[in-house]
């Protein structure tokens, strides 16, 4: 059986724009905790809310540029 995770890309995301933790937290209204615990891919659930704010700040039109299956 095959092993997928689901992997958050913002860490790349954050390098590609030039920010900072705080910067997004700034514009999302998320802790610095939260997008810490979403950039090591630590949270287990994610809220649909957070996901949206992130999508809105990087102007990403399809939901697979911030999350994707990783096969382990």
């Known amino acids: 059986m095959n092993n997928r995770e689901i992997n958050i890309k913002l860490y790349q995301l954050l390098i590609e724009h030039k920010m900072t ?30 996901l949206t704010k992130i999508a809105d700040v990087f102007e990403l039109d399809d939901i697979r540029d911030l999350i994707n299956f990783k096969n382990e």
């Open 21 to 50: 933790y705080q910067d997004l937290a700034d514009k999302t209204g998320l802790s610095t905790r939260t997008i810490s615990t979403l950039v090591n891919n630590k949270m287990e659930r994610i809220p649909k809310s957070a």
